[in-house]
């Protein structure tokens, strides 16, 4: 995807990336593939300049909220590549109760 002439992207082919899809697959309820879904997320975090995105309880299998984190990383040998590495996810079990699960 590119965005403010960026080519802004998922860190993909690591431990923290295989982490990220797992995570999401396991928790999110979509019957949309999640490749079809990472250019949305990835837009909108770049967009409103956010490292997290929040998944609401009713979209979820434990009908908790959960919140993925990331870190916005620009590629040393090309500074036009955007990278968000996965840093991990909190399940927020009620309101100011947060369980880490990075």
Known sequence: MTLHNKNVEFEYLTANSDRFTNDFMNFVLTDVPFFALQDQLLYLMEKRSHTKFRIPGYLTVDSKDHIFYFERI???????????RYLGMDIIEKPGNIRRNA
Do not use: A, G, M, V
């Open 74 to 84: 620009e590629d040393q040998n090309n500074t036009n590549i955007l990278r968000y």
